[in-house]
């Protein structure tokens, strides 16, 4: 089992920036891949970014060049810089963790989810 706990939501005005931090309960060097996804309102749940553990990173479109995520492989913590922030950006941020195993040679997901983090833009 994996416990995510997200934080450093909150409301910022549209330009501002915030960082959200997601703390996991064991080495995140056991966790293939860990991401940020948001749902804002009325809308499906869509994937923000993610950092697999050999590094590699994928953006959404819409926040390329904006938001950059990392992880701390000591501290057990992903991160989500998020600058020039728009209302669009509004939404419940949630913090994924995904164990990869294999059968037959198909990769099998076990993903984690925190409990989410709003953040809100103002215009």
């Known amino acids: 089992q994996v416990q995510l706990v997200e934080s450093g939501g909150g409301l910022v005005q549209a330009g501002g920036s915030l960082r959200l931090s997601c703390a996991a309960s064991v080495s995140i060097f056991t966790i293939d891949a860990m991401g940020w996804y948001r749902q804002a309102p009325g809308k499906q749940r869509e994937l923000v970014a993610d950092v697999t553990s050999g590094g590699s990173r994928n953006y959404a479109d819409s926040v390329k060049g904006r938001f950059t995520i990392s992880r701390d492989n000591a501290k057990n913590t992903l991160y989500l810089q998020m600058n020039t922030l728009t209302p669009e950006d509004t939404a419940v941020y949630y913090c994924?963790?995904?164990?990869?195993?294999?059968?037959?040679?198909?990769?099998?997901?076990?993903?984690?989810w925190g409990q989410g983090t709003q953040v809100t833009v103002s215009s």
């Open positions: 994924n963790a995904d164990r990869w195993t294999f059968v037959g040679g198909i990769r099998v997901s076990h993903p984690y």
